[in-house]
């Protein structure tokens, strides 16, 4: 299935460009932390890490139901097409900002990347369905998320290198300005499709789009709690993403390098997982996944958690080999690959249930609905997460307070989300 879909054309131009743009994304975002974390000296550093998240998060919620109308209402191959040109230009601030090695500069360009991402979701999202069979929903989704976290590790690297005293500015710009153009020229491939609602009439207020969205999507039970469920799946990422590069600098003593591989790591796991939960999913996405996956999710972050209790940083820089050689590093990162993958399990069917559930003529929006509280659920998460580190608050708290309530939303799921789908229409 994944070699049939990764050699058409009804899903391949989708996926490099997506894949492209989202490196570039993670490249930007991935090198302002390690500028902040290991150049600024600021002792706000962690909580400056998470506002670098924020920033490119908020416009998902201020913006995606203006994304999911358009994208409903035009072509939403036209639509990616548009917006990635776009792109380009916002590559060249960036670039700009790499150049003059300029914080502000980068996190604004880092806003304009979230503000493209955020219209760019439910035309990507939206047109999965439109291309893909329902049987092949599941595998199509796992492809996606799998190489959205391989851009985030490769970004990161990439970022590591770019923030290191090695890095020449002018190539990093070149890179920045190539992967903006390849993720333009793959979108101007992306098979054309019949506009959704061609007469719907587009809402300029955002505000006033987004609350409209979101009363329509509580009006079907099983899109709401599909829709929770992606969110959480997403504020468990963001939190672990966002508190895991100063954790490894402050209680592990790691080098940039070990960062790098604790996110290879989480990378792999989430791309596993993906890959589980499509083949468990044949003619429609295996519902019975979800919940076994936050399950894994809780029980592992808890044991982060307990990993982590007491930890002292050792007064000389570890390096990967030096953390892989004690077996308590090699633990750590098995916890961190099996919460990965359990986040896979637990969103791949989960979405891909949304998708194919939605009406053709509504489904951009539901996906955009889907977004708004994604980001929502992020936004508040990473406010509250750089506002407890401000005071002290370190990951312990945090890994502990992910694992419990992980295990109750696992609870929840079981209870009531997979007996309610078992009983609906097939999907």
């Known amino acids: 299935m994944f070699t049939k879909l990764m050699l058409s054309r009804r899903f391949a131009p989708l996926f490099w460009c997506q894949f492209f743009a989202a490196l570039n994304d993670n490249f930007v975002k991935n090198a302002l932390i390690i500028l902040i974390i290991y150049h600024t000296g600021s002792e706000a550093?962690?909580?400056?890490?998470?506002?670098?998240?924020?920033?490119?998060?908020?416009?998902?919620?201020?913006?995606?139901?203006?994304?999911?109308?358009?994208?409903?209402?035009?072509?939403?191959?036209?639509?990616?097409?548009?917006?990635?040109?776009?792109?380009?230009?916002?590559?060249?601030?960036?670039?700009?900002?790499?150049?003059?090695?300029?914080?502000?500069?980068?996190?604004?360009?880092?806003?304009?990347?979230?503000?493209?991402?955020?219209?760019?979701?439910?035309?990507?999202?939206?047109?999965?369905?439109?291309?893909?069979?329902?049987?092949?929903?599941?595998?199509?989704?796992?492809?996606?998320?799998?190489?959205?976290?391989?851009?985030?590790l490769i970004g990161t690297i990439a970022g590591v290198y770019a923030a290191s005293e090695a890095g020449n500015p002018w190539i990093i710009s070149a890179v920045v300005m190539a992967l903006a153009i390849m993720s333009w020229l793959f979108a101007r491939e992306i098979l054309l499709t019949r506009p959704g609602a061609p007469d719907l009439e587009i809402t300029l207020n955002p505000l006033a789009s987004t609350m409209a969205l979101l009363k329509e999507l509580k009006t079907s039970s099983r899109l709401w709690a599909g829709a929770l469920i992606a969110s959480w799946f997403w504020l468990v990422g963001a939190v672990v993403l966002s508190i895991w590069p100063p954790l490894v600098k402050s209680l592990l003593g790691g080098t940039p390098g070990l960062v790098t591989l604790c996110l290879t790591v989480f990378t792999v796991g989430i791309a596993a997982g993906s890959a589980l939960a499509a083949r468990g999913s044949h003619a429609r996405p295996n519902l019975s996944l979800v919940p076994i996956g936050a399950f894994v999710m809780g029980l592992f972050s808890l044991d982060i958690a307990w990993m982590l209790y007491g930890s002292i940083a050792p007064t000389e820089p570890v390096t990967p080999m030096a953390f892989l050689a004690n077996l308590s590093g090699i633990r750590l990162l098995f916890d961190l690959f099996a919460l990965a993958c359990g986040g896979g399990l637990f969103i791949v069917p989960a979405f891909a249930a949304v998708q194919s559930w939605a009406d053709p003529d509504k489904r951009a929006r539901v996906i955009a609905s889907v977004n708004v509280l994604n980001a929502a659920f992020m936004t508040i998460a990473g406010a509250l997460v750089a506002g407890l580190q401000a005071y002290g608050v370190g990951p312990v708290v945090f890994f502990s307070a992910l694992g419990i309530a992980t295990l109750f939303v696992g609870i929840a799921v079981r209870r009531n989300w997979s007996q309610e789908s078992a009983a609906s229409d097939p999907v």
């Open 45 to 152: 550093g962690a909580a400056l890490v998470t506002l670098a998240g924020v920033i490119f998060i908020a416009p998902f919620f201020i913006l995606s139901a203006l994304g999911g109308e358009m994208a409903d209402r035009y072509d939403k191959a036209l639509m990616a097409r548009r917006l990635k040109f776009a792109e380009i230009g916002v590559a060249a601030i960036t670039s700009l900002g790499f150049i003059l090695n300029s914080l502000p500069l980068l996190f604004v360009s880092l806003g304009a990347l979230g503000i493209l991402a955020a219209l760019f979701g439910p035309a990507k999202y939206g047109i999965l369905p439109d291309q893909l069979e329902t049987s092949e929903l599941a595998a199509g989704n796992a492809l996606v998320e799998g190489a959205t976290f391989m851009a985030i």
